[in-house]
């Protein structure tokens, strides 16, 4: 059963934004989205959440629609750094839902 | 300030040995947690302390498995009578708060290759 939809890849040219988009059609009014990264070899890396505003941090935007059935993850100047597998899930804020389970997430390729 | 650490960083074993994975949380997060993730597999979660209570051991594969915190703080994973099918990254997470709900941070995670 899952909980997001995400494209399996995309590319971006260096130095342009990179918006990624997830579905959560399901989601509950206490699911928070959280978006993570994951670079070649190396652990998870978290990047941002939000419930239903729109949030920003040093590293990227989080969109979530009005109707919170979906969200887009913003780079607003990716990297070649940023070349990643880039994970969306929902997670209930306030429980023990702290298993963490990531689906196929989105390779995002950066090319020079 | 350091993130989660873990060591080592790679481990190469025969099978039938035994191993030990350490991960040092971020300072001062109660929350721990080990999941392993398989050549091109999704996340597997192990283990979950936090503070004193009694952990949740519900993603422990095996009873070869078994895992401690000492002092609320590094984690140790042993791993006994290693087989191939272990063979996977080995990845610590810490957060802060209750219950698990806060964002976790991950280390950079041990590569086991059991031969």
């Known amino acids: 059963d899952a909980k997001t939809t995400q494209p399996p890849s995309m590319d971006c040219a260096e130095g342009r934004a990179a918006n990624l988009p997830c579905n959560h059609s399901?989601?509950?009014?206490?699911?928070?989205v959280y978006w993570y990264r994951q670079i070649h070899s190396q652990g998870p890396q978290y990047i941002i959440h939000?419930?239903?505003n729109n949030e920003t941090n040093e590293m990227a935007s989080l969109i979530i629609t009005e109707d919170r059935k979906s969200s887009t993850l913003i780079l607003p100047h990716a990297t070649l750094r940023d070349t990643a597998v880039y994970y969306c899930?929902?997670?209930?804020?306030?429980?023990?839902?702290?298993?963490?389970?990531f689906g196929a997430g989105t390779t995002v390729t950066v090319r020079a | 300030g350091a993130g989660v650490s873990q060591s080592p960083s790679n481990k190469v074993t025969e099978k039938g040995k035994d191993v030990e994975l350490r991960c040092d949380p971020i300072?001062?997060?109660?929350?721990l947690y080990w999941y392993r993730q398989s050549l091109g597999q999704g996340l597997e979660f192990l283990i979950y302390?936090?503070?004193?209570?009694?952990?949740?051991k519900s993603g422990l594969p095996s009873d070869r498995f078994s895992a401690e915190r000492t002092g609320g703080s590094v984690s140790t994973l042993t791993i006994q009578r290693t087989q191939q099918e272990d063979s996977a990254v080995y990845l610590c997470?810490?957060?802060?708060?209750?219950?698990?709900?806060?964002?976790?941070?991950f280390g950079p995670g041990t590569r086991l290759l059991v031969l």
């Open positions: 302390f936090q503070g004193n209570s009694a952990p949740d």
């Open positions: 300072s001062g997060h109660t929350a």
């Open positions: 997470a810490s957060s802060s708060g209750l219950a698990g709900r806060e964002t976790q941070y």
């Open positions: 399901t989601i509950s009014g206490n699911e928070y």
């Open positions: 899930i929902v997670r209930v804020a306030g429980s023990n839902d702290y298993k963490l389970s």
């Open positions: 939000g419930l239903k």
